[in-house]
């Protein structure tokens, strides 16, 4: 055994000689690398598994599509004549807000200067909190509810207006239809997002003239809504706008088929962006409007990718998930990022915050300006009406991007089908 | 006077679904005393199944009910045989955990397996409705609830009149008895559990039929059968069923009088009294005269 022991010791000794060897060797050109591109570290925590998992790993996805982008094909990003690579350190959340903020303190702990959101304003808010008081900026795209944005922070940027004030440009469509609607319900769900998404719908459309029939909350989880569908076929309104997550929207779009329970116009805040929610519904879905916040169609020039179209092309070239607004909101949190590093000349926290707040930025997401609070700007970034039509998504308002005109009042579901 | 015979008619089929959904897990605990954390995810389980088999096979969703059954029956056999019984044998409490940590884990792997994206069935007659006098029924719902009926009156003729039923019966009501007359309590319990499985795995059929569904739902199906037996008592269809029938109830009732945001403080406001008042729920222990 002892002359095998020495052979295999000799054999280890010499591998390891030549390794350090070529280590040696190759140093100069690893430093050289190095001097070419340094690392910038993004942090932050998205939920990946639990209840918001759907549209996180939307977020997620964007993300790492905006960051690959700029590492693989850019070659890295540059910062006052410095060249960067990006790197992600995303860990799941798990939809947990708990789970989020020990993440979140622990990226601190460990040094990281700049974070993305996690998706759902009970996530962002906590986690928001931490960075702020850290003073180390936070850029997302998941958190619309008004507690992020009047609270005071100074270090979160959101690419959404705040809830409250998401629905004016739904209300001015609803204004200018025709024949006017006169009358509107709304329902909501018991969490953050969707309570302060229907006072924003009680203001915008108290303001637009129409007169509120009825207001109802649902609890967080919902499994039956016979009992509000029942109230909404006694006291009809001619619009029902319903602020909630995709699956319990679903839910009551369905259940209003099965019971034919018809309005002039059901507008679902999420739901009918998806494709595989139009294709639960089928010719149901027709007429549905939605808000969104990109489409693909409305052209901006962008810095990086060149435009919308491009990125879709990458993004596809990456992932075979159907993309959403969600991932191109996170692809421009990164975009906004990197642009106001390069506008601060300067990787500080402090100067890249100074210069979030100052952004004027062009993307194939929107044009990136932020309210003093934070939110994003209500005209630039509070995004486009779509509605269901032939089984697309049509953007039909404001008129400016419309690929469509809005369809008024729709037809009794038994009529669609 | 219409509007409150609508929200019974209402409360009564979704009650129907609560009770199926809940049956499985008030057989483990009647029978082999294990809270199973992991009966949500038997239950989405089925829906996921129901999902492709029904595509697959190209067939209305409730006719694969045979098949989903059987195969959640064999999952759930071997689930017990082989992972919870060496629990229970550890610690009273070990059973808890495992369910838990396993319920955790095929959470993801069902998110790995088939997205975290909502999914639903949608059968041919998905959005149909008729009516009955004055009261208008969803025709899912309803067919649901009948589909409901029929499993529950079959468990219920399965536990009283067949060999196996006698056999499970007579081992949650004396163990030690069932194993000195020679009884396999193992398999026994094995069998329970698979038994428990198939109808949480029908129950999912059902549920994906009437509601959206995702991974991360399983936690609300596993405390929606936790109330349900409180509230009708452990280890029989009927306990389930009244406990099912009244949490529906309660639930559209509450949503119609109260407010639609209500359902969840009755529901469990109930929970609290009739624990208080009623430990073992309004129909008792099936299985606890011997004892």
Known sequence: MAPRMNTTRRRVVSQFGVALGAATLGAPFVRHAEAQAKTLVIGGSVPLTGAAAETGLNVNNGYITAVSY???????????GEKYKLELKLFDDASDPARATTLIQRQLDEGTNFFLGSFGSNIVLPTAAITDRAKKPMVQTGGGSDAIFTKGYKYVFGMFPRATR???ATAAMFKALDPKPETYSVIWTNDAFSKTAAEGVRNSCDAAGLKRIEGYELPAKVTDVSSVL?????????????????????LIARQMVATNTNVKLLFQGLGPQLASFREALGKNAEYLCCSTYWDENVSFKDKFFGDSRKFVEYYKSKFTRPIAYHVAGAAACIETYVMAMQAAKSINPEAVRDALAAADFETFYARIKFTPQG???ELLLGGYIGQVQKG?????????????????????????? | MTLVVQTIADGLVLGGIYALAAVGFSLIFGVLHVINLSHGILVLLGAYLALILSGVLHVDPLLTVPLVMAILFALGYVYQRFLI???????????????????LMLQNVMIWLFSPDMKNITPTYAFTSFKLGEISFDAVRVSCLVASLVLLSLLAALLKFSALGRVIRATAQQTMAARLCGVNVRHVYAMTFGVSAAFAGAAGIVIGIVLPFSPADEGTWTLNAFVVVVLGGVGSPAGALIGGLLLGMVSTLTAQYIGPSFPNVTMFLLLVVLLLLRPQGLLGNAFAPSR
């Open chain 1, 375 to 377: 939110d994003g700007d």
């Open chain 1, 392 to 417: 697309k998504l049509e953007i039909v308002f404001p008129q400016a991007a419309a690929s469509a005109k809005p369809l008024y009042p729709s037809p009794p579901w038994d009529k669609k089908a």
């Open chain 1, 230 to 250: 029942g109230s909404i076929r006694s006291k009809t309104p001619d619009l029902l706008v319903c602020v909630m997550h995709d699956q319990d929207s679903l």
């Open chain 1, 166 to 168: 998401q629905f004016a």
């Open chain 2, 85 to 103: 019984q060496y629990a229970v044998d550890g610690s009273a409490f070990g059973s808890i955990l495992l369910t838990f940590g396993v319920a």
């Open chain 1, 70 to 80: 700029m590492n693989d094909v850019l070659g890295g990003v540059e910062i006052a």
